[in-house]
């Protein structure tokens, strides 16, 4: 060992180095530091996978277990800040006539407009003419 030899440690006794000492004559990136780290690096992420799963182990166990009987109970009504709906057309069109009035109450399945046929019709000629014409393909 006198003539300069590099003797390392078997390999079930690691030497350990902290990270960025130098360890030996090789500039400090001796196997022993690649060891250390990825063995930190483990144990981090070793701690972290422990504290998620008892995270939701725990949360999960109390959801299962717990017992929420209790709730409160209230009456109330539920309206629109200004009681205005949007009323839309899925085509469009142009209004012909308007049936109710502000303020008026309506039920479900009112009429509360009529729209021009003009628009309607002008689609169904269109797509008449498509349908003569790949009849006629």
């Known amino acids: 060992m ?3 030899e590099v003797v390392s440690a078997p390999p079930d006794k690691r030497s ?3 990270i960025g000492a130098s360890a030996g004559t090789n ?3 001796s196997p022993n530091d690649k060891t ?6 483990r144990l981090i992420a ?5 504290v998620i799963g008892l995270t939701f182990g725990v949360g ?18 539920v309206a629109t800040e200004t009681n205005r709906k949007t009323v839309e057309h899925y085509e469009g069109g142009i209004i012909r006539e308007v049936l109710v009035k502000e303020g008026d109450h309506v039920t479900e399945g009112q009429v509360l407009f ?24």
């Open 16 to 18: 350990v180095t902290p």
């Open 2 to 4: 006198s003539n300069g």
């Open 27 to 29: 500039g400090g990136s």
């Open 36 to 41: 250390r780290s990825v063995s930190e690096w």
């Open 60 to 77: 999960g166990v109390w959801a299962a277990v717990a017992q929420l009987d209790k709730a409160v109970i209230g009456s109330g009504y």
């Open 114 to 137: 009529r729209l021009q046929r003009v628009l309607a019709e002008a689609n169904s000629e269109t797509v008449q003419n498509q349908l003569d014409s790949a009849l006629a393909l």
């Open 46 to 50: 070793l701690a972290g996978y422990c």
